[in-house]
């Protein structure tokens, strides 16, 4: 067994934390452990912390508990550093987005092509790169040798950050690559049976392989196209995996789009509402349609913090019952950090330089997500067999790509001028005069004084 330090920065999300706390607690290999819970909310910080510590209690782990409201105290001493922070929380998401669509930017400047899901942000986030920065620097300083987990959003573009201005070791997580088990249940498959591979960026991966005992299972899909597409209702905007956008992607590109990439298509499926409805079903049109955000913000955000604040007052809730002792919330933290630390040898879907090359004609400072092999002696990525199809480079990723690349220029370089040529090629702009107006606007607002003056200073 080895006791470490885990720090959980953003712990205000409050059932992500509480899963990480149920897996740490059902890890017998790091009892002892420490964990370090980190939020500026006091509030949250506080429910967070009480419920971690009920939960660990009643489970009977062996955990230590700290509280703090200061990253730096946070990570001292961490030998993992999970980052789930989102800074200004939805409101100021909410606020830039809003200005967004005043200006006639559907879903907010931030919703590009290939680049469609409502909460990542990557032009209007400057607070939120920095943060990811500052991170990444404070480790450097405070605690060099450990393992920075990029949870929050822009993971792809987050990672790729840090990877190239830090010496920090990071990893980004993601849970898209689990729509696999979806599409596996769909065709009345054994996951067991099934041998797979995902390749590509966060929120744009491709089921490259995919064998069910030993043979393509491809004929498979498309015979469910063909008998029980039409059937097809999404349970909830967020139930996309088998809808017409997935099967019309998979059409074009030959290969299936796997998790949040479904969200992630051209314009053709994002025009408006009829169009979102049409591809990703009826009533909503998807999570990221004005309907499907607003059922988010009802169903996920707001029942979630009710519920946290139910369980911080009733000491009655068995937390054991909602949150069982034999079921593991199937996120990847806990067992990559058991992984490298007791050799408990896992494979894993994750987001790292794209190394050797992993996938040919990307850079090797850009961060693919793709099968890992992880062990105590690090991380073991899998040769992508069969490669992903040029279509899918070509067309798919390239394009992703230099999205992630201009809005990090333009992060870092502070010149507006990139922020208006991106506007400039997006369709929803209509004159130079309108993209100007949006970053003005959004360089207004109150929380974005900082970026306001990042990108008015002269360089």
């Known amino acids: 067994m080895s006791a470490i330090k885990i720090s959980i920065i953003g712990a205000g999300s409050a059932f992500f934390s509480l899963r990480l706390v149920g897996d740490l607690c059902k890890t017998k290999a790091l009892s002892g452990s420490s ?19 009920r939960y660990a209690a009643v489970f009977g782990a062996d955990l230590n508990f700290e509280k703090t409201n200061d990253m730096k105290q946070a990570i001292e001493g961490a030998d993992f550093v999970i980052n789930t922070a989102l800074v200004g929380g939805h409101e100021q998401m909410d606020a830039s987005r809003k200005t967004g669509e005043k200006h006639g ?39 060099p040798n450990a393992w920075l987990i990029q949870s ?12 190239r201005n830090s010496n920090i070791k990071v990893v980004g997580f993601c849970h898209g690559h689990y729509g696999v088990e979806v599409l596996v249940k769909y065709l009345g498959l054994n996951i067991g049976e099934v041998d797979w591979q995902v390749a590509g960026f966060n929120h744009n991966i491709w089921l490259t392989r995919f064998l069910n005992k030993g043979k393509d299972a491809y004929p498979l899909l498309n015979q469910w196209i063909e008998e029980e597409a039409s059937k097809w209702k999404p349970k909830n905007p967020f139930d996309d995996q088998m809808s017409p956008a997935a099967i019309d992607m998979y059409k074009f590109y030959g290969r299936m789009p796997i998790g949040d990439t479904v969200r992630n298509g051209s314009w053709k499926y994002h025009y408006n509402l009829e169009t979102k409805r049409k591809w990703y079903g009826e009533p909503w049109g998807g999570a990221d349609s004005e309907l499907g955000w607003a059922w988010h913000q009802e169903n996920t955000l707001k029942a979630s913090t009710d519920k946290l604040f139910k369980l911080t007052l009733d000491n009655s809730v068995d937390l054991l019952q909602e949150f069982p002792p034999e079921i593991k919330s199937g996120e990847q933290h806990v067992p990559f950090i058991d992984a490298l630390t007791n050799d408990n040898q896992e494979r894993m879907v994750l987001n790292i330089p794209n190394k050797v090359p992993i996938i040919p004609r990307i850079p090797e400072d850009v961060m693919v997500e793709v099968p890992v092999m992880v062990n105590k002696k690090g991380l073991h990525p899998e040769e992508i067999t069969p490669p992903i199809p040029e279509r899918i480079i070509n067309m798919y990723l390239a394009p ?35 993209a100007e107006a949006v970053i003005d606007e959004i360089l207004g607002l109150p929380f974005n004084e900082e970026m306001k003056k990042h990108y008015e200073d002269e360089k």
């Open 152 to 163: 929050a959003n822009p993971v792809f573009e987050g990672t790729s950050l840090i990877s």
């Open 35 to 53: 964990v370090s819970i980190m939020d500026i909310d006091e509030e949250r910080l506080n429910s967070v912390h009480m419920l971690a510590m």
């Open 105 to 143: 930017y559907q879903r907010g400047i931030d919703s590009q092509e290939f680049n469609m899901v409502s909460d990542y942000c990557t032009l209007s986030n400057y607070n939120q790169l920095k943060y990811f920065l500052e991170v990444a620097q404070n480790m450097e300083e405070i605690c």
């Open 400 to 434: 992703r790509m230099l999205r992630m690349e201009w809005a990090l220029e333009a992060f870092i370089s502070g010149d507006r001028r990139i922020l208006q040529e991106i506007l400039i090629r997006d369709p929803r702009t209509k004159s130079f005069e309108q």
